[in-house]
């Protein structure tokens, strides 16, 4: 009782050398950016698509995100921020959270927006086209062989007994609706040469995740050769991606270009620009 008796009158205090005014602590950049995703929340409903989340899932989700990662998102853009996060909200992801379906990755002072592979399997599954679509990890006592030709085939025995070893390759396969079937497989060196080629190499993203980050490598190399619906290619074209604008019309922007490349209007962007012809056979890296 003595002590909170005290701090009363050490609040009384405050407030009267404050001339009657209540002492309050600046908002953090974190704070205000949460605020603006809980004021946010009818755009996100809009932009939302119809499967399954909804809007204040989505703004409850965005807020932890920004609380689990304050002190990278607060040395970023808060536009950038918001940016992401409604790109994440146009595709129907879960940014962060145990879903692991997109990532808000700072680059420089800019927030970037990452896909995952679990995001690429949810857009994937939306289609109707795809029956299954896996990415995995090869570990070096794993038994593995692939072959490409007429008849593509893939074999993935993982090692059970104990420590199987270092990553060694990342695969994704995709099985169609009404047969037939395509995967890609990527070498650790094939990983390491798309992820030193994009935003996010050094990010805590590649750092805390980097077997989930090079599946999402793998399924995106893979796209080439599925068919893609319009969000799975929004996906593609805006992963590593940043945008700031907060316009009335930011949610009907389908697709934004990196900062150091003009923009494109969204029907005429090559969504696969940045995608490697690349194979990975006896462990060997080629492209072509």
Not at 215 to 238: D, G, I, S
Not at 269 to 277: F, M, P, R, S
Request: charged share 25%.
């Amino acid at each position: 009782m003595a002590g909170s008796t005290q701090d009363l009158r050490e609040r009384a205090a405050q407030v009267q050398s404050n001339g009657g005014a209540v002492a309050v602590r600046p908002a953090s950049p974190i704070d205000r950016m949460a605020g603006d995703v809980k004021r946010m929340e009818s755009e996100f409903a809009r932009a939302l698509p119809a499967v399954g989340i909804t809007a204040d899932r989505f703004a409850r989700l965005a807020v932890t995100v920004l609380r689990q990662n304050a002190d990278e998102l607060a040395r970023c853009e808060p536009a950038s921020v918001l940016g992401a996060l409604v790109t994440a909200a146009q595709l129907g992801l879960e940014p962060g959270g145990p879903l692991g379906q997109c990532y808000l990755v700072r680059y420089g002072n800019q927030c970037t927006f990452v896909m995952g592979y679990k995001g690429y399997i949810s857009l994937a599954r939306r289609s109707g086209e795809i029956e299954s679509l896996i990415a995995r990890v090869v570990y070096e006592r794993d038994e593995f062989s692939a072959e490409y030709g007429l008849e593509d085939k893939l074999t993935h025995k993982p090692y059970m007994d104990g420590d199987p070893g270092r990553a060694v390759r990342y695969y994704a396969v995709a099985k169609y609706v009404g047969g037939g079937h395509s995967f890609v497989v990527l070498s650790r060196a094939a990983v390491e040469k798309l992820r030193n080629a994009g935003r996010s190499a050094n990010s805590p993203a590649w750092k805390n995740w980097y077997d989930e980050m090079a599946c999402a490598k793998a399924v995106k190399q893979l796209a080439k050769w599925m068919p893609l619906t319009t969000e799975f290619a929004r996906a593609v074209a805006n992963d590593e991606t940043t945008r700031t604008d907060r316009g009335e019309d930011v949610i009907d922007v389908p697709v934004y270009s990196s900062p150091d490349q003009p923009d494109v209007p969204a029907d005429s962007v090559n969504l696969l620009d940045d995608v490697v012809d690349a194979e990975s056979i006896d462990g060997e890296w080629t492209t072509s």
